[in-house]
């Protein structure tokens, strides 16, 4: 009959057997050599003869993947670029036009769109204990879940997608650019940017279009997020202070609001 574990300590094996895929036995004994603490038993395993052997075997796996989709093996040894990441994408079953591919880009910790380092492919597929094909399908099913149910995970995915929507050199994403992947992030299976009596997201587009006609930079990307979110929460903006540290372009949004709705004027200040 297998010992009985407390909550916390289930916990802690699940974890330990997704970053080594060992099993709940393995996981069990190193955990309660280090005290349950699953940082020092995962280091501690893979530093031990057997871990670097499955650490060194898993590594090898990836890395084949990667050599796989390289576009110049000789020139260009340790990087797949456009053409090899359309290939990869197609193996694996995803459109590039849909939103889970932003999500492999972070966890791969992709430099730009549609290129991959062999560090970020190994490393980020490791970490995931994704050493096949059918097992990075698999994890990408569980990004989709995550856009959808981790707030969290949703915006490490929404963070990285600037870094990799700017032109190489750029410190600024191109409007046309930002709204495409706005309109991939702020709609399902992510967050649905839209509430009872206001369709932010369409609204937002139009501003951009007929009013704004710059390039967003980064705290204009990461702001817009935060705006989504509260006016999801209270479509009348009760929150909303004319004093707060809101980007220009978010405070002008806000009067083209009101005036679509026809209340300018009756806005509530904090």
Aim: hydrophobic share 40%.
């Amino acid at each position: 009959m297998p010992p009985a574990y407390t909550p916390t300590q289930k916990s802690a094996i699940a974890q330990f057997v997704s970053f080594t895929s060992t099993k709940d036995s393995v996981a069990a004994r190193h955990l309660k050599s280090h005290g349950w603490n699953v940082e020092q038993a995962v280091d501690a395993y893979f530093q031990s003869s057997n871990g670097s052997v499955g650490n060194s075997s898993q590594t090898t796996a990836i890395s084949k993947i990667f050599d796989r989709y390289r576009d110049s093996p000789i020139h260009n040894p340790d990087t797949i670029e456009v053409e090899g990441s359309m290939r990869y994408f197609a193996d694996l079953q995803v459109n590039l036009d849909d939103v889970v591919a932003l999500a492999i880009a972070e966890a791969l910790s992709a430099p730009t769109l549609g290129e991959f380092t062999r560090e970020g492919f190994v490393q980020g597929w490791k970490s995931l204990s994704a050493d096949t094909l059918s097992k990075q399908q698999a994890t990408i099913e569980r990004f989709r879940f995550s856009l959808t149910n981790d707030p969290d995970f949703f915006k490490r995915v929404y963070k990285h997608t600037f870094l990799i929507a700017r032109t190489p050199g750029q410190k600024a994403v191109a409007l046309d650019a930002a709204i495409e992947f706005w309109r991939l992030l702020l709609s399902p299976p992510c967050i649905s940017w839209n509430t009872a009596k206001t369709p932010w997201l369409d609204w937002w587009i139009e501003f951009l279009e007929s009013k704004w006609k710059k390039t967003v930079n980064k705290d204009m990307w990461d702001q817009t997020l935060v705006f989504s979110q509260r006016s999801l929460q209270d479509e009348t903006m009760s929150w909303w202070s004319e004093d707060g540290a809101w980007p220009g372009v978010l405070d002008d949004f806000v009067i083209y609001v009101n005036e679509k709705r026809g209340d300018e004027g009756k806005m509530e200040v904090e």
